[in-house]
T-cell receptor, first 115, second 117 residues
């Protein structure tokens, strides 16, 4: 079974600084997808970024980028120039071709951007 | 694109009554929809997976007779909590997968807060 681990329950950073959220996962599969979702106080889950395991290039979306280390099974999220609107819970998630496409979520990291 | 709506956003009901929650994909066809439950300050817990036109697949420990799921069309899935009790109070979230995109991405609805008195 796949597992996703987020070892940082809470983090805080000053506005405009850079922050990195960590995520590790465990799987025996070779073809899979990794995601970071954001859940602000409204509780709407928002897709932040997606990485396909067969792609070696790290995904980027504006201020958000990932450091995907397949051999180490690590998938960290870097937020550059952090903004107050980035304050939210961040969940790392895994899915694959098998297991009926179910998402396996980590326990989340609560990120607070300090003005 | 990729918008998922959920209705109602909040519902309060008396113990013993049934509550129906709708999940709609507004601008894409959802071959698969998922229902989650989230307790305060916790991660999402998958309850069931539904595919259009077939029976839902429930996760271990989820009572299929209590949480009825119907995926009648490619844009609509419903979750009915039957004979609700206070312990069913929670935040319920649906998600939908766009079958035309191969990247297995799920798009989430805004959630429904259920309170059973």
């Amino acid at each position: 079974a796949q597992t996703v681990t987020q070892s940082q329950p809470e983090m805080s950073v000053q506005e405009a600084e850079t922050v990195t959220l960590s995520c590790t996962y465990d799987t025996s599969e070779n073809n899979y997808y990794l995601f970071w979702y954001k859940q602000p106080p409204s509780r709407q889950m928002i897709l932040v970024i997606r990485q396909e395991a067969y792609k070696q290039q790290n995904a980027t979306e504006n201020r958000f980028s990932v450091n995907f280390q397949k051999a180490a099974k690590s998938f960290s999220l870097k937020i550059s120039d952090s903004q107050l609107g980035d304050t939210a819970m961040y969940f790392c998630a895994f899915t694959s071709n098998f297991g009926n496409e179910k998402l396996t979520f980590g326990t989340g990291t609560r990120l607070t951007i300090i003005p | 694109g990729a918008v998922v709506s959920q209705h109602p956003s909040r519902v309060i009901c008396k113990s013993g009554t049934s509550v129906k929650i709708e999940c709609r994909s507004l601008d894409f066809q959802a071959t698969t929809m998922f229902w989650y439950r989230q307790f305060p300050k916790q991660s999402l817990m998958l309850m069931a997976t539904s595919n259009e036109g077939s029976k839902a697949t429930y996760e271990q420990g989820v009572e299929k007779d209590k949480f009825l799921i119907n995926h009648a069309s490619l844009t609509l899935s419903t979750l009915t909590v039957t004979s609700a009790h206070p312990e069913d109070s929670s935040f319920y979230i649906c998600s939908a997968r766009d079958g035309s995109i191969p990247q297995f991405t799920q798009y989430f609805g805004p959630g429904t807060r259920l309170t059973v008195l």
